[in-house]
C-alpha cells in the first residue's frame, strides 16, 4: 500500500465509524450494511468537478461540504433519511493540507446528519473531482415523487432561491478562467459555498407534499420538470419570489430575479400540496428550520410561465452557465 493511501486512510477512515447498522466500513473490497426492516433502499451520486461545479482555488473544506450537501439535497427532495457514504475522489496532486481541510467539511456535514462514511475510491486524476453515492432508507411506499403534483395544488419553495448564484457571482474574480476569490465571506458567498441541505423540510412534507424536487438547476429548471412529470402546468407572479435583502442590496431588481429563477446551485426544495393539507402544513412548518413559501398554483394546462406586473416575463434562456 503506498504512503499517499496510508494518509488517505488515515484522514478518512479515522473519522468513518463502524458498528450499528454498519457490518463492516472502511478497509475491506466492499462494505456491508443492513438496511432497517419495512424500508427501501434510496441511493443518488453527484459529482463535483473543477471547472464545472466548483472553481479552481475554491475553500477544500467548501468541496468536502458541497459534494455531501448536493446528495442530501436529493435525498431531503425524495424525503428519504440518509445513512452511508461512498466518497471517489480524483486528485492532481497529493496535497495533505488541502485533503484534511476537504474532510473537516464533508464530516462537519456528515455528523450532523449521522451519516456514515462506508468506502470510496481514491485515484490520481489531472481534472480534481469529488462523487459521493449516498445510501438510505424510506419506509416502503413513502417517498415524494415529481410526478405527484395535481392542478389546485399550491407551489411552495424553501429558503431564498438566488443567494446561492448571487454569491458565487461576487465569489468569482471576472478573468478568463474564473478563479476563486476567497477573501469574500458575506453571507451570499456562504450560501454559495456551504449549501444546508433542507432534510428537515423534505421529512416532514413525506406525507403532505404531492411531488417535490430539490433546485440545483434553478427553480425555472426545476420546477419545469416537475410539472412535466406530473403531466401539469403553472403561472406564476416573480412578485412571491422570496428574494433576500442581502441579494437586493447587491444587485438591481432584474438580475436577482435571474439569479433566483436560473441562477442554481441553490439547494432547495421545490414543492406541491394539495389544498386539504395545506393546514397540516402550517402546523408542522415551524419544524421545517426554514421559510417555506407559496408561489402559486398548479393548473392543468401544461407549461410553466411566469408574470411581471401583469405582463408576461420570458424568463433568459441561458443567463447564468455554471462557469
Ligand atoms: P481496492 O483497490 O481493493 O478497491 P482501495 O485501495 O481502492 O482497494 O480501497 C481500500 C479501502 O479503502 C476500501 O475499503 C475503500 O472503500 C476505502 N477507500 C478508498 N478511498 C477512499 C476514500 N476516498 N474515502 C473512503 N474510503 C476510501
Ligand atoms: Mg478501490
Not at 461545479?53 to 448536493?70: E, I, K, N, Q
Not at 407549461?303 to 405582463?311: F, K, N, P, T
Request: hydrophobic content about 45%; charged content about 20%; aromatic content about 8%.
Amino acid at each position: 500500500m503506498s504512503i499517499e493511501f496510508e494518509i488517505i486512510n488515515e484522514i478518512f477512515r479515522r473519522r468513518a465509524g463502524a458498528g450499528g447498522d454498519v457490518l463492516l466500513g472502511i478497509g475491506d473490497d466492499a462494505a456491508l450494511t443492513s438496511l432497517p426492516a419495512g424500508s427501501s433502499l434510496v441511493t443518488a451520486t453527484d459529482a463535483l468537478v473543477v471547472g464545472t461545479h466548483f472553481l479552481p482555488g475554491a475553500p477544500a473544506r467548501s468541496v468536502g461540504h458541497r459534494c455531501l450537501a448536493v446528495n442530501l439535497s436529493d435525498f431531503a427532495a425524495m424525503s428519504a433519511d440518509p445513512l452511508w457514504a461512498s466518497l471517489a475522489i480524483g486528485l492532481p496532486t497529493f496535497d495533505r493540507p488541502w485533503l484534511e481541510e476537504f474532510a473537516e467539511g464533508f464530516f462537519a456535514l456528515a455528523e450532523q446528519y449521522a451519516v456514515r462514511l462506508i468506502g470510496g475510491d481514491t485515484v490520481r486524476s489531472n481534472t480534481l473531482f469529488a462523487a459521493v453515492t449516498l445510501q438510505g432508507a424510506i419506509p416502503d411506499g413513502a417517498g415524494v415523487l415529481r410526478s405527484g403534483a395535481r392542478a389546485g395544488d399550491i407551489i411552495y419553495v424553501s429558503g431564498r432561491p438566488g443567494d446561492a448564484a448571487a454569491g458565487r457571482q461576487l465569489a468569482t474574480v471576472d478573468s478568463e478562467i474564473p478563479e476563486c476569490k476567497v477573501d469574500t465571506q458575506t453571507p451570499l458567498v456562504s450560501q454559495f459555498y456551504y449549501p444546508q441541505p433542507r432534510l428537515a423540510a423534505g421529512k416532514i412534507l413525506r406525507f403532505i407534499a404531492s411531488a417535490m424536487i430539490d433546485v440545483s438547476d434553478g427553480l425555472h429548471t426545476d420546477l419545469g420538470r416537475l410539472l412535466a412529470a406530473s403531466g401539469v402546468g403553472a403561472s406564476l407572479d416573480v412578485a412571491r419570489l422570496p428574494l433576500s435583502t442581502a441579494i437586493r442590496a447587491n444587485f438591481d431588481f432584474s438580475t436577482a430575479l435571474e439569479f433566483a429563477l436560473c441562477g442554481g446551485d441553490d439547494y432547495e426544495l421545490c414543492f406541491t400540496v394539495p389544498r386539504d393539507k395545506i393546514s397540516a402544513l402550517e402546523d408542522c412548518a415551524a419544524m421545517a428550520d426554514c421559510l417555506l413559501t407559496p408561489l402559486g398554483e398548479v393548473c392543468a394546462a401544461p407549461g410553466l410561465h411566469w408574470v411581471r406586473s401583469g405582463a408576461a416575463y420570458i424568463v433568459p434562456a441561458t443567463s447564468f452557465e455554471h462557469f
